[in-house]
């Protein structure tokens, strides 16, 4: 191994202007499945996650509100850090923009920004979108059906003109298109790069970087007419959190992150706007940056008009919160969009959790409670069919880590459940049951082979669903100490007394009989 066994993996931050639903939750899912995996795997691990409260669209939603944006994105700040507590998010913490902090590593940056001479004064003549908080072309602009001139996300735009500084983006495309070159996985998926590296060729104008037309932002050192614009802002939380402009210390232990997850929506400014920012101030770019698809709601966009927001409370209530987990990441190839169905959650949980993993569980821990005295048997020698198996097992770890770096949850998933399926079939053929009478020291052989692929699925399991492996691996009696990934190649110890077992992952039945959702 080179390099320092340290991880930093950050989410976006949130805007506070609206509630966290599926999208947010989703986000911050894979990145706490991650950071789960690498403290695992032996990481010292930071996970980041927070709030984005400053920006035109925060000040108008408390202005609507009634209350001063302070107050406003305090209470709304607070249902993201709820939220994260709800879903059982390990983050390490959890960073809000308007905390002392940040203000001064925002300042701080703009402030070697401006010595570097990167930054200069000018006027800003240009559409914008409050919603989208980015500045676009008019050669990017369709006209709306009210004659307004509207943003490729469908955002509305306005024309503003005011005095702006400027980063001066332009003079960073042939470097940024040689570090995207230099760094081939900078950004993923493919698709994304792509689209970054062409956008990019296209030519980059002039970033405007301060607006004085209102007031909720980080004041500009020197100028206080001009607050700093929202994604400069935004984007260095990233640096704040590990303690910038402190460059000791955990900058030093953890900066450049690992990875930022993002949503595509977002993929310009975390892979064009952010590592230009960075380079200029003489700072490393990240590692990565992952853009991931969008969800739908049984087909449809999901939106606050169309009154289909999934949240994740709802979900959870329903079905379970680590079946939410499993399915979100099982579902779709990650990176892809995904569509949100009753239908096909309930196929998974019902399916792979109950029937696949659940069953398996629960009746060969049943036949060792109730034919092998409730211990773990001492196995004779092993056959060609159990040696496969294990070895099937064996060679997971080495997968998922492959699998995961390259953010692959739904690969990784599936592999262990080839193991599963693969260990189903096992014991239908050797049919302890039936060994029972005929040769019970070989019904102890193959109960404690299947245990030991139990132990060592519900072992990789725990990033995705940490309440219910944490079940599992008690009914095995594997001690707190021996769950990291050191004690994978370790196995269960013969004769020790396992605790009654009792199903870990029910069915799920519909209240109303069937009834699609
Ligand atoms: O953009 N499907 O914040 P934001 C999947 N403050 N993911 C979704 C989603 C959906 N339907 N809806 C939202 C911002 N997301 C800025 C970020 S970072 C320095 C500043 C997720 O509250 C997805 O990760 O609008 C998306 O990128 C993010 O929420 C946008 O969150």
Known sequence: ???????????????????????????????????????????????????????????????????????????????????????????????????PRHIASVQALWTRLVEKGEIYLGKYAGWYSVRDEAFYGADELTTGADGGKIAPTGAPVEWVEEPSYFFRLSAWQDRLLRFYDEHPDFIAPTSRRNEVISFVKNGLQDLSVSR????????????????????LDALTNYITAVGYPETSGDYAKFWPADLHMVGKDIVRFHAIYWPAFLM?????????????GWWTNEGQKISKSLGNVISPY????????????????????????????HRSMVNRVNGELANEFGNLAQRSLSMIGKNLGGQVPTPGAFTAEDDELLAAAAAL??????????????????????????????????????????????????????????????????????????????????????????????????????PKPEGVFPRYVDADEGGAA
């Open 280 to 292: 200029a101030a003489d700072l490393a770019p990240p590692r990565r940056v992952f853009a991931h």
């Open 314 to 341: 709802d979900l959870v209530q329903r079905y379970g919160l680590d079946p939410v987990r499993y399915f979100l990441l099982r579902e779709v190839p990650f990176g892809n969009d995904g569509d949100f169905s």
């Open 397 to 498: 770890l080495d997968k998922l880590r492959a699998s995961f770096d390259r953010q692959a949850f739904h690969e990784g998933l599936e592999a262990v459940w080839s193991v599963v399926r693969a260990a189903n079939v096992y014991i239908d053929r050797q049919a302890p049951w039936a060994l029972k009478k005929t040769d019970p020291a070989r019904m102890g052989t193959v109960l404690y082979v299947v245990a030991e692929v139990i132990r060592q699925v519900a072992l990789l399991l725990q990033p995705v669903m940490p309440g219910s492996t944490a079940r599992m691996l008690d009914q095995l009696a594997v001690a707190e100490t021996a769950r990291d990934f050191t004690a994978y190649g370790q196995h269960l110890a013969a004769g020790t007394a396992l």
């Open 1 to 99: 191994m080179t390099g320092p066994r340290r991880y930093y993996i950050t989410t976006p931050i949130y805007y506070v202007n609206d509630s966290p639903h599926i999208g947010h939750a989703y986000t911050s899912l894979a990145c706490d499945v991650l950071a789960r995996f690498k403290r695992l795997d032996g990481f010292d691990v930071k996970f980041l996650t927070g709030t984005d409260e400053h920006g035109q669209k925060v000040e108008k939603s408390a202005e609507k509100a009634g209350v001063h944006p302070q107050a406003f994105t305090d209470e709304v700040s607070r249902r993201f850090s709820d939220l994260a507590a709800f879903m059982g998010y390990s983050n390490d913490d959890f960073i809000r923009t308007t905390e």
């Open 212 to 231: 004085t037309s209102f007031k909720w932002g980080v004041p500009v050192p020197g100028d206080a007419d001009h607050i700093m614009y929202v994604w």
